[in-house]
């Protein structure tokens, strides 16, 4: 093809700016606006008006339509949709439901009654069965499965036969074949009671009743044997699970029978059930008051309690009280206090108002107290070899829990009277740790110095002194004490709390007491007490295992301490956070750090305090890197970095700065967005430098831009993401250039050009796998945009870095069929024209482009078009090949784009150059895959151009130029 | 062919009273229409005697030839001989609960010598090759509560190894001492017995505490405490007669029934 002859068209940019500047011209608001929801609400504010009273506004307001994105969802999301069903399933539904979800689902329901603070048992369930443990081996006891061969006795044979095998299985209940589990593990253990409540589920759903009260009488039998007494209070919530599962099936059961028009409504009252369903519960409430053994007899009771309200008003008001006498029976104060928790527990859940009783069982508990120190419990405990501090710990759960029901929202002078009560008592520790537990912390609270008294008269053999500070401390957490004791209740608390000498329970209490001593006091107190606790943790490496309670510590510390210079300046943090010695924990402490210090940390800092430490703690997390590092792992840890290094600035003092990246480089080179994060720092620094001097550097800040260009040319080759390199080394030339360190500049500029060829056909993004091509043309031009700045190395020729940058593209291996090259070279022509103009279109302020060095040389300019025919020749012989293949789109798309550039770059007045324009017209519209819009678009456009004064050729070009015609 | 014959009475609990009527409906369910030769309905009511072997000689006792006595009877005829239609068939009934002359009705009791019951049973009878049908229902018989209301007098009671009756040696008794009261001597049996037993003190550990309801036979059985229960705790006592095996306390020529 004979070789095009390429001349830029000659641009004036300030005329051709002030003719694209809109006219001034008032803009009229009207009432249009494409975002406005139509309206119509001109007639129907009428219509509403003439109907009289209805307001007009709301009939135009309901005259909108809705939001289309709303309208679809119809109001609610799906997702609140689904959520509010749920919460109110109408119990219709949930009838069908498996009994066990349904009974857990009434359950929270009912909890709720009793109101959000309450902490229900559910909660306390999983830290009691964690709690109570135990190694030994366990046995289950279990009088089931019937044994038939009896002879029926005599004078029954009048009974008839329904009766009679009525009456045997229930004497089977208390006389069928023995079966016993020995040896159970604790873990069998809560298997094989698990298999006993499904088992019960499963009877109950086949219709065996019997059976399934037997499963319950037999279980409920477990709770009167207490050997391997440190499992008991597991061993109770397993069980009342069965309970609290019997009792849910035996009340869904009867509200079942009575629901037969329509379901009970939640508030029935005795008259809306039907007498069948009366009977049933009455047959149920006679089986279990024949039941021979007192306490199967009173949990089963118990668990039915929420019967009683389909038999009669006051039916609950009656038995409460009458089970809590009941429980005198027992001998075991350990079962009994249980069974007390049990009947407080289902006390609370049906009938909560219901309050005096459980003053009552209260009361009761404490006159049986003394048998705690009994004969026979001091027999057992010898028989089990079990302490008695160790004893008296596995009450706390019953005793806290019958206390907490009390204490819910109990008047003041009931938990004074309380208080007297135990302390009458003689200061027994058990009881006052539960009071403390389980009584609002307000109240605590107020009358801390009296418990600590308290504290200090009570027993030390008893029960252990490090659990009473560490309730009393639990509450102080939440609740103040009058200013003026404050100092001294930690200073009595500590005194004890320091004498403690196993490290594990030492821990455990000063971890609760830290929360007090932060929320009161200063850096001084809590760094005494991070000393203490550093003194008593680190000999035979204690903290080993007690990771999370030291942890707990460094939480609570940085609740109340935000301000990190403060913190920083405790003596003992630091090493504090040396006994996290396992790296998991240890990152996880440093990571929980540096969250608060971003969340808080709100002005840049230098402090030299909090920058040593926070190197450290960064350090840390940055070395725990390696590479079985997960790549989620390693971005969150080098954005908690990033945040650490965003915050520090020296201020005018640059070189501080500088000398600070260079140290982090040193520090935190495995992690590469902080490498990243590094380099704009330094090109910031650089910038900042420029605007501090105005753009004239003396010849220190030019030796300091020239050091922070090197900073960033030596540190993004360490950078293994091509496209963060390239774009880094675009950003640092940039930055160069516009400091004047022209060298600097062209080394980023060629060190970027270099590595094009190593760009990878597909890249990883974001996990999947993609075509780098589009992000490798995004990068070329904006790299040419560039181009046009920096002036032409005086020791290489003309257009060196342009020709270099083509020719790279040239030789890099582009996707088989793609027009990328070519796109490129498209793109190179504009920044070619613009070249050759005398005036730039944009420069950087004190450096000179080539059109001052070259002063618009004829020589020069001819090279421009040299390259530019060049081009040309490339680009129309790959046009030519995508004719011959099936390529007529590309073919059209690229042809169209083509003559563009002509047209907006090209010197149309030149024939050839209008030839080829008008060709390439033709050739984009020849297989008629333009979009017609543009093309008429196009052609408005170029009629417009050729009214503007030279450009009156155009108006021949566009004679030429013809729209296809549509069929 | 299969058809089922049953009797509901209308009150759930079936305990009916003397001169109310006893009313229910028979169900019959068949597939497809049944011939019969007539349903009867009879109610009846009986003592069940039988002698005990500590009262009269073994032999008699074997023998237990005491004739039942009848407290009530009656019988209609529900429907004559004829077609049930297929499906389910609801036929009302009512019998007045009435003695005849100067019998009384006394209430439904189930012991080991004396039984008082009163039943249903219908009878459906049909040809001969079909078995004839017969279905039972048993319902229960309460006296008219007393008018007058017995003030409750309560009893106190105390137990030592010296009290004890049925003892051989009582020098090996440990020594205790059990103090208690009864909320009342004559209790109304619809409610429970209720009380209070104190241990003031006891030599050995108490294993368990039991309250026994005596009647005729041994019947219930309560364990009021356990293991090593509390000295001088009052412990309640709490008894809900096991309604079908008790009655009031009954004088007749015949038998007698008390507690």
Not at chain 1, 257 to 262: A, E, F, T
Request: proline letters at 5%.
């Amino acid at each position: 093809m004979a070789a095009v002859q390429w001349r830029s068209r000659g641009r004036n940019y300030e005329a051709e700016l002030q003719r694209c500047r809109p006219e001034v011209a008032l803009v009229e608001f009207g009432d249009y606006h494409p975002l406005k929801p139509i309206m119509v609400t001109d007639t129907k504010t009428r219509h509403g008006a003439r109907k009289g009273s209805t307001s007009s506004s709301s009939s135009s307001s309901s005259s909108v339509p809705p939001d289309p994105l709303s309208s679809m969802l119809d109001g609610t999301d799906p997702l609140s949709m689904f959520a509010a069903a749920s919460a109110s399933e109408t119990p219709a539904i949930s009838r069908s439901a498996s009994a066990g979800d349904l009974g857990r689902k009434r359950k929270e329901k009912e909890e709720e009654a009793v109101g959000a603070d309450f902490e229900p048992w559910s909660s306390k369930r999983g830290e009691i069965l964690a709690r109570f443990t135990t190694t030994e081996k366990l046995s289950i006891n279990l009088f089931m499965g019937s044994d038939r061969g009896k002879a029926p006795s005599p004078g029954s044979s009048a009974v008839s036969e329904k009766v009679r095998t009525r009456l045997e299985e229930l004497d089977d209940l208390e006389e069928g074949s023995q079966r016993e589990l020995l040896n159970l593990s604790q873990q069998d253990y809560a298997n094989r009671i698990e298999e006993l409540n499904q088992s019960l589920k499963e009877a109950w759903a086949s219709d065996q009743k019997v059976k399934a009260l037997k499963i319950v009488i037999q279980c409920s039998k477990l709770l009167s044997d207490t050997s391997v007494i440190q499992f008991y209070p597991s061993k109770f919530v397993l069980i009342t699970d069965i309970l609290d599962t019997f009792g849910q099936l035996v009340y869904d059961r009867i509200w079942s029978m009575c629901s037969d028009p329509r379901p009970l409504p939640d508030s029935f009252t005795v008259d809306d059930v039907n007498d069948t369903a009366k009977e049933t519960c009455l047959n149920w409430f006679f089986k279990i008051a024949s039941i021979r053994e007192l306490l199967p007899r009173l949990y089963v009771e118990a668990a039915i309690l929420k019967c009683n309200r389909f038999l009669n008003k006051s039916g609950i008001q009656e038995t409460l009280p009458r089970l809590t006498a009941m429980i005198k029976g027992i001998g075991d104060p350990l079962v009994a206090a249980y069974t007390r928790a049990y009947l407080c527990r289902v006390g609370v859940e049906v009938a909560p108002h219901l309050k005096d009783s459980l003053n009552q069982n209260f009361f009761d508990l404490l006159g049986t107290f003394r048998q705690i120190g009994g004969e026979s419990v001091r027999k057992q405990l010898a028989l089990q070899r079990v302490e008695a501090p160790e004893y008296l710990t596995l009450y706390s759960p019953a005793i806290s829990w019958i206390l907490q029901c009390i204490a819910y929202r109990a008047p003041e002078p009931l938990l004074t009277e309380m208080m007297e009560r135990c302390k009458k008592l003689g200061n027994n520790a058990l009881l006052l740790n539960s009071v403390m537990r389980a009584f609002r912390p307000e109240f605590v609270a107020d009358r801390a110095t009296d418990f600590i008294g308290m504290i200090k008269d009570c027993d030390e053999a008893g029960f252990p002194k490090h659990l009473l500070f560490g309730s009393l401390g639990r509450s102080l957490a939440c609740a103040d004490p009058p200013e003026s004791e404050r100092l001294t209740i930690l200073n009595e608390a500590w005194k004890v709390i320091t004498k403690v000498r196993s490290p594990r329970d030492y821990v455990n209490c000063a971890e609760i007491w830290v929360e007090f001593t932060c929320r009161h006091f200063t850096k001084r107190e809590v760094n005494t007490i991070l000393a203490d606790i550093i003194k008593h943790m680190t000999p035979d490496r204690a903290f080993e295992d007690a990771y999370s309670q030291l942890q707990s510590v460094i939480r609570k510390i940085l609740t109340y301490f935000h301000d990190f210079s403060v913190l920083f300046s405790m003596e003992r943090f630091l090493p504090f956070l040396d006994m996290f010695q396992k790296d998991s924990v240890r990152v996880e402490v440093c990571r929980s750090i540096m969250e608060i210090f971003i969340k808080h940390q709100l002005d840049l800092t230098r402090d030299p305090v909090i920058l040593n430490a926070m190197l450290h703690i960064c350090k840390t997390m940055h070395d725990s890197v390696n590479a079985l590092t997960l790549e989620d792992e390693r971005r969150s840890l080098a954005l908690l970095i990033i945040g650490f290094i965003r915050m520090v600035s020296f201020g005018r003092d640059f070189e501080q700065q500088l000398s600070f990246c260079v140290e982090a480089r040193a520090t935190f080179c495995n992690l590469e967005p902080v490498l990243v994060q590094l380099i704009h720092t330094v090109n910031q620094l650089a910038m900042e430098t420029r605007r501090v001097m105005r753009g004239s550097h003396s010849r220190k800040t030019a030796a300091f831009v020239r050091a922070c260009a090197a900073y960033s040319f030596i540190t993004i080759p360490s950078l293994s993401s091509i496209f963060s390199r390239l774009s880094l080394y675009l950003l640092s030339g940039q930055v160069a250039l516009a400091n004047q360190c022209l060298s600097q500049a062209d080394a980023f500029l060629k060190a970027a050009v270099s590595i094009l060829p190593e760009v990878p056909r597909s890249i990883s993004v974001e996990g999947k796998l993609r075509s780098s091509e589009s992000f490798l043309l995004d990068f070329t031009n904006n790299f040419l945009a560039m181009l046009l700045v920096v002036p032409d190395h005086p020791e290489h020729g003309v257009l060196y870095l342009v020709r270099g940058l083509l020719n790279m593209v040239q030789d890099y291996t582009w996707e088989d069929n793609s027009d990328a090259k070519v796109r490129v070279y498209v793109s190179a022509l504009p920044l070619l024209a613009a070249m050759g103009q005398e005036t730039y279109v944009y420069s950087v302020p004190k450096v000179d482009s080539n059109e001052t060095l070259y002063g618009g040389d004829p020589k020069f300019l001819s090279e421009i078009n040299k390259l530019c025919e060049t081009l040309i020749g490339q680009i129309l012989d790959h046009l030519k090949v995508l004719g011959r293949d099936e390529g007529t789109r590309r073919q059209g798309a690229l042809a169209f784009s083509l003559f563009g550039v002509l047209l907006a770059h090209g010197d149309l007045r030149n024939n050839k150059l209008s030839q080829l324009a008008v060709n390439l017209w033709n050739l984009s519209h020849k297989h008629g895959h333009c979009e017609p819009r543009v093309s008429v678009r196009t052609l408005e456009f170029v009629k417009h151009q050729a009214q503007q004064p030279d450009m009156s050729h155009l108006s021949d070009t566009v004679q030429r130029l013809t729209l296809q015609s549509r069929t | 062919m299969s058809v089922t014959l049953d009797i509901r009475l209308k009150r759930a609990n079936k305990v009916y009273r003397e001169g109310e009527a006893v009313a229910g409906v028979i169900v019959l369910a068949c597939k497809e229409p049944l011939q019969h030769h007539g349903i009867s309905l009879s109610m009846e009511g009986v003592v069940n005697l039988q002698l005990s072997s500590k009262s009269v000689g073994v032999f008699e006792a074997f023998y237990n030839s005491v004739k039942p006595i009848q407290l009530i009877s009656s019988n209609i005829e529900v429907a004559k001989a004829g077609k049930i239609p297929g499906g389910k068939t609801e036929i009302p009934f009512e019998f007045p609960l009435h003695t005849k002359g100067n019998k009384v009705l006394y209430e439904t009791y189930h012991g080991v010598f004396v039984n008082i019951q009163y039943s249903l049973r219908c009878d459906m009878r049909r040809s001969l090759l079909a078995k004839d049908l017969s279905r039972n229902c048993e319902f229960i018989v309460h006296c008219q509560p007393q008018k007058a209301k017995v003030a409750p007098t309560p009893v106190n009671f105390t137990i030592t190894p010296d009290t004890l009756e049925n003892t051989r040696e009582r020098s090996l008794l440990p020594k205790f001492l059990i103090r208690g009261h009864l909320d009342a001597t004559h209790c109304v049996i619809s409610q429970p017995l209720t009380g209070e037993v104190v241990l003031e003190n006891s030599d050995v550990p108490i294993k368990s505490i039991e309250l026994q309801l005596v009647r005729v036979e041994t019947c219930g059985e309560l364990c009021r405490g356990l293991r090593d229960v509390c000295h001088g705790l009052s412990i309640p006592i709490y008894m809900v007669f096991p309604r079908l095996f008790t009655c009031p306390t009954l004088e007749t020529t015949n038998f007698k029934v008390g507690q």
